[in-house]
Structure formats: C-alpha cells, structure tokens
C-alpha cells in the first residue's frame, strides 16, 4: 500500500511540475493575444478619433465609440481631451471609472501609450491608454480601451482541468504498470524463493537454489546456497546419529564431535598451538589465494574450534599472511564461514631456521625416530627453541587474558617447553600436549643435552598424549631415570612439584565415510586404475602405491629394493607390476634431507634401468605435492599400499588407504615399527629392514585371494571408521576436561 502511495505522489508530483510551465505558456500567449488585439483596434480608433476630435465633432465621437464597443471581451472606450477630462464614454467603462486613469495622464505627459493588466472595481481588466494628435503632432486630447481579462483565467482552468485528467490517467497506467512488474519480476522470485527455504527446512532434498530469474536476488542466492548446503550437511549428519544412536552403534562425526566438546568445555574457551597453521594466505600475481595444508589435525580440529568459537595460535608462514591480519595479528576463518580465530606468530628467517629446521627437525625428529640419522644438537638451535616457545607463550598468554577457566591443547614436538611456560604464568589453565611423533627409549633419549628441560617443559602440562602405549611407557621410563619425580605405572601419571600430568594413548586416525573413497557415482576403481595408466604413459596390469614426505624416516629406499627383491623372485610379474611412490618434497632446507632426496631419485633409476623394459617400468617416482583428492585417486586405483616406515608415531597413510577402499578391495602391507600396526591387525605386517620379507609381502598381496581381501578390509575399515578423527579428538578433550574432576 505504502509503495502505491509513495507511486501516485511521485508521479503526480513529476506531472504537476512539467505541466506548470505548459500552463503558464498558455496564460501567456493569451495575454499576448490580448495585447495585440488591443494595439491594432487602439491604433485604428485613435486615428479616427483624431479627425474629429481636430474638427470638434463630439457627435461623430460618440457615434465612433458606439460602432466599435460591440467588440469580444470589450469592457468599453474614453475619449478625453488633452487635460483628461472626459469628452465620450461607453455606459460601462463610465461605471467603472471615476475620472481619468493613471494610465492616460501618464500617456499624455510621455506622449505615448501605456498598457496595463490591472483591477477596475474588482474587474481583472487590460487597460491601453494613448495619446491624440493633431496633424501638426500636438496633442489634443487622449483615448482609453479596456478589455475584460477574466476570460483568460477561465481559459487557464479549463486547462488546469484538461492537465488534471490527464495526470490523473498517467498515475493509473505507471501504477499498474509497476505493479505488475514487482509481481512478475520481485513477488515472483522472492515467492519461488520463499517456497525453496520452505522446502529446504522441511527437509525435502533440494540443495541448490531456484536460480532461475532470480538475477537481481543473486547475491542473496549465493549466500543462501552454502547455507542450504551446511543445513542439509547438518540435518544428514544428525539423522546418521538419530540411526546409529537407534541401533547402539555411535559413531563420532564432525557435529558429535562439537555437541561433546560444548558440554565437556562447559563455557570454558579452547586455544590450540601447533607450528603449521590451518589457513596459508599467499599472493599469486596480484591476487591473494588462501589454501588449506592436506593435514588431518585441520580436518580433527576445525570442528571444535568452530563449535566454541576458540582460538587457534600457529606460525604466519604464507606470503601473504601479514596483509590478511588485523592490527592484533589475528583473522576470523575459515574465511567463507567465519566461526574461530587465527592468531599467527611471526618468526624472523633466523628464529626458524633455529627452532624448526634445527632443533625440532635436525635434533628431536632423529632422536625420537630411531632411523639412523644422527640428531644434531646446536647450542644455538636450542636457544631459538627457547626463545620460540616464549614467543607463542607470549601470544597465547594474549589470547587468554581474563579467560575464566581456559583449555589449551598444544600440538607436537615444536612446542616441548610451551606448557610448563603456559602453567607458569596462567596457573588455572587446563593444558595438554599431544606429541604427534615416538617417543623412544630412555637410552636413546639420554643423548639430548636438554633432556632433563624437554621432559621438565612437558610435565607442565595436565595431560601428555601419545598415538600408542609403548611410546606412553617409553616417556614414563625416560621421566623415571632423568628427573626427580613420582611415576604412578598404575595409572600412568606423574607427579613433579605437587602437579600430576596423566600421560595416555590416543591413537589418531581419518574421517572414514562411505563416501570417503571420494570417487564419483559413474566411475568405477577399475577405470580410474585404467585412467592413471593413461595419464602416466605406462603399460601395467598391477598397481602398487605409497605416499610420503621425502623423510629418512619412511622406509621408501627399503620399499624400493622390496619392490626390486619381489621382481627379481617372482619374473612373471615382470613388465606387469609398477610401484607408484608419490613423495612430497620437504624440509629441504636440511641436508641430510636434500641427500636423501637424491638416494630416492638414484635409487628409482637403479631399479628402473635394470628392469624397465617397453612402456613398462618398475617405479614411477611423482615427486610433488599432491593434494588429498588428487593422492586418493592413487589410493583406489591400487592393488595395494606401502607403508614400510622405520619408525612412526601413527601413520595416517596406512588409514587413508583404508577409508579410501569402500570397495573393501586392496591389501595394505604395513610396517611394524607403525603406531597403525598396532590397530590394522588385518594389514600385512613386515619388517621394513627385511628386503626379501617385504617383497614377499608384495607377492602375497597380489595373490591374495579375494575373499580375504574383503574380509581384511572390512575389519580394518571397521577398526578405523569406529576409531576415526572425531573419535580421537573428543577422548583427547574429553580426558583434558575431567582431570581435575578425577583427582
Ligand atoms: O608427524 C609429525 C608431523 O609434525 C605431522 O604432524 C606433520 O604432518 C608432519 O610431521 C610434517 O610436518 P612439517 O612439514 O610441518 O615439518
């Protein structure tokens, strides 16, 4: 109503200012009309009138003003004689006037005609006076017409009148005009709009919005799209729920997982450190690209963090990661749906190459992995540790200033120092350490310099998390003969200086759906083995594939040379069977880690010269990074997996694998000195040193007859899809909240 309101007065408005002028135009071409009229008659009057007024014949006078006063809107005539007084007048003009006018003594004394658009007793009128001559120019005498000027107001409400009708017709059709384009093209959309909500809300599967003819909605439809789409993500999970919770199966999903973590939390605010950060800003050209690293603690992580809207404290490390904070060095993500904050750390080239490339990858990484590359450990390198873990106590000390009752889980080996650096400063702090990595045994532990510090740093912490017991055993053992403390076996904890810390497995793992394979409806695992046989260029019949970081600790050379042992005994696979290794660069900053890139790429081509025959080759070596749809491609096309670790905290790969096979197809060969050996029982097991073994294994593999595959498989993908990322996320929160309600 109001919008046809607002209508009819603005189009009103508009008409009534255009016809104003038109109007006033016509008022004025008739008023000159008039004047014209009047000129001409007063011209020819007057030169009658001067003939007789010469000669004295007022009767020819008053017969002259008797034959013209008969004139349309004529009011009457005067003449005068030249000092005004009245010589003849018509009837009507004499009722209208007492004497001469203004208008005529002033034409008698300039000596010409006046005009006048004047009141004659409430008479609008016309007034012309004008001067009388004699032949020789003198003036004799002067004449007066009037004419009547209400007729032109009667004309210009006649036109007011036409102008109203016409305003009147134009309001109707631009109302109905508008008004039937909001129906067909803002009702319309807004109602089929409306209709999708309803239908999205009452749970009918329809993701997409209408977009068709919603052109100018289309920002709103971009936006209501991701949110459909999060709603229905949401309604599915928690109808998965509703089915399992009904069928006593509960498995931990993204949204359990939040739900948990809420009550367990209950009101306290959550902060997670970890070195790498869960969102990389970098510029590409003159464009800022934000990626996500292919890391399993985002996809564990992100879910608690955005259901308590905590805080995440990492390292800035992209490109453009400066330009993307706030003066506070913080940024709301994920950046399409904000719901945590990113707090990045900035280190100088210096503090990096100190704490991360040496102390915590040159020292810890080989002293915790025993892999035969010896730890180095640098006075200096320790001292940048030092002053790194100050340096992300100092921000998370930030971060949680008058924070109630704060919940701090710090991520890996980087941050070894950073919970007793954390318990120091904010005492009622809950603070956990998961270290992602072995922990070895106390004699190879000892050869750290800083042990009795590493272990004194950690004991901060309320809680201490491993994958596997063994490595929980190994830290009690190595606590045990290092410091002055109390081991409790019986309930694996510590007590330092009156504060216990529990020190408890928490094997991590994957999201494993029934779609998590990731492959599309119309495409099969047979023809994606086909497609990546194209795209390589080479001919095989059997698949093998491992994926890794180019790291000393992953067994890829022994994997190589088992590979080479199983051809070398089993010929006939020969020209049939190529081992895929993906292996991600890294840490390339090290030396030891640019050479054993180089015994990697050396040792590939060894095998392949003296095997590769045709378009057939034993190895293929992808030396990039791969992204995890891309790696689980890899995954369904193979036969089967390597992972022949020398030594590893857990292994996701091997699970990866695993979650990717909703084919229950594919045999997993897995090395035994894994945290994942010690849950993929269904695996084939090897020891990674023992060339000949594991090549065995490949040969096992490949021969294995099918229902085993499946009944392995179907285990191991049980194993993992009850024991999933959720899972561990919320046993790790879980026991962090209840420790002091425990004691
Ligand atoms: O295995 C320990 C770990 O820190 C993982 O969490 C991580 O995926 C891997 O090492 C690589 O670490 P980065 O590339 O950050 O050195």
């Known amino acids: 109503m109001r919008l046809i309101i607002a209508l009819i007065l603005g189009v009103t408005l508009v008409s009534l200012a255009s016809s104003w002028s038109d109007v006033q135009d016509d008022k004025e071409a008739l008023r000159r009309d008039l004047q014209y009229k009047a000129e001409t008659f007063g011209e020819s009057l007057a030169s009658n009138a001067e003939l007789y007024l010469a000669s004295g014949d007022t009767g020819k006078l008053e017969q002259l003003v008797r034959r013209f006063s008969n004139r349309d809107h004529l009011l009457g005539i005067g003449i005068y004689d030249h000092d005004g007084s009245t010589l003849v007048m018509t009837r009507e003009l004499g009722s209208l006037l007492s004497g001469a006018p203004e208008a005529l003594s002033s034409a008698l004394s300039h000596d010409r005609p006046e005009t006048r658009f004047t009141r004659l007793r409430f008479r609008r009128v016309y007034l ?51 008004l039937l384009i909001v129906r067909w093209s803002v009702a319309g959309p807004i109602a089929r709009a409306a209709q999708w909500m309803k239908t999205l809300r009452t749970g009918r599967q329809v993701v997409q919005p209408p977009s068709k003819d919603l052109d100018f909605l289309l920002p709103l439809a971009r936006e209501m799209a991701p949110l459909a789409e999060s709603m229905q993500r949401a309604r599915a999970a928690a109808e998965i729920e509703a089915r399992l919770r009904n069928t006593n199966e509960s498995l931990w999903t993204a949204q359990r997982l939040a739900e948990h973590v809420r009550s367990k939390l209950d009101g306290s605010s959550l902060f ?21 690293p292919a890391s399993g603690l985002v996809t564990a992580i992100e879910p608690i963090l955005c259901a308590c809207n905590g805080t995440w404290v990492a390292q800035g490390s992209g490109s453009a990661d400066a330009e993307t904070v706030d003066n506070h060095d913080r940024l709301q993500v994920p ?13 100088s080239a210096a503090e990096e190459e100190g704490y991360y490339y040496g102390f915590a990858n040159e020292g810890l990484w080989p002293l915790c992995h025993m892999a035969h590359t010896r730890p180095t450990f640098r006075a200096s390198d320790w001292e940048f540790y030092n002053a790194v873990n100050e340096r992300f106590a100092d921000a998370l000390v930030e971060e949680m200033a008058g924070e109630r009752d704060p919940v701090v889980l710090i991520q890996d080996y980087h941050f070894a120092l950073l919970p007793r650096m954390i318990k120091d400063r904010i005492p009622h702090a809950r603070v ?18 800083w042990q009795r510090e590493l272990l004194d740093g950690l004991l901060g912490a309320d809680l201490i998390g491993f994958h596997v017991q063994a490595h929980c055993n190994n830290f009690l053992s190595t606590v045990d003969r290092v410091l002055e403390a109390r081991v409790d076996w019986e309930h694996f904890s510590v007590k330092r200086n009156d504060h216990w810390s529990s020190v408890l ?37 059997f698949l093998g594939v491992g994926v890794d970081r180019v790291d000393y600790t992953k067994g890829i050379i022994e994997r190589f040379q088992a590979v080479e042992s199983f051809l070398e005994r089993h010929p006939r696979y020969q020209g049939k069977f190529t081992f895929i290794q993906i292996g991600a660069p890294t840490r390339s900053n090290i030396p030891r880690y640019a050479e054993f890139q180089r015994e990697v ?31 689980r491609r890899y995954y369904r096309a193979a036969h089967v997996c390597m992972v022949t670790s020398l030594h590893d905290g857990m292994n996701l790969v091997a699970k ?36 000949q073994g594991t090549g065995q294994a490949i040969a096992r593999a490949l021969e294995m007859d099918v229902t085993e595959i499946v009944d392995r498989m ?30």
């Open 432 to 449: 956990a350490i998961f270290w992602h990595i072995p922990w070895p045994n106390p004699e190879s532990f000892s050869i750290c310099p």
């Open 272 to 292: 997670v450190v970890s070195n790498r950060e869960p969102y990389v800003h970098n510029w590409q050209g003159n464009t800022i690209t934000v990626t996500v």
């Open 335 to 347: 950046p399409d749906d904000p719901k945590y904050t990113l707090r990045r750390v900035w280190l």
């Open 714 to 743: 179907r285990r191991m993908r049980k194993m993992v899809k009850e024991h999933n990322i959720y899972w561990w996320a919320a046993s790790l929160i879980g026991e962090l909240c209840e420790l002091r309600l425990k004691r």
């Open 128 to 178: 012309l006076a004008a001067p009388l001559h004699a032949p020789d120019k003198s003036i004799i005498g002067g004449i007066v017409i009037v004419y009547e000027t209400g007729y032109i107001r009667t004309e210009i409400f006649r036109v007011w009148g036409r102008v109203f009708i016409r305003i009147a017709g134009q309001v109707l059709v631009i109302v109905a005009i508008t």
């Open 505 to 541: 497995p928490f094997p991590i793992s994957v999201e494993l759906t029934e779609d998590s394979s990731g492959l599309p409806l119309d495409h099969s695992f047979e023809e994606e083995r086909s497609a990546i046989i194209g795209e390589l260029g080479i001919d095989a019949t």
């Open 601 to 631: 790429e050396s040792e590939a081509t060894r095998i392949n010269d003296r095997f590769k025959r045709g378009k057939w080759r034993p190895i293929v070596f992808l030396n990039r990074q791969h992204s995890h749809k891309e790696v």
């Open 656 to 691: 990866e694998y695993v979650a990717a096979r909703s084919d229950d197809r594919g045999v997993l060969i897995l090395s035994r000195f894994t945290g994942a050996a010690r849950e993929l029982r269904d695996a084939l097991i090897v020891n990674p040193y023992d060339i």
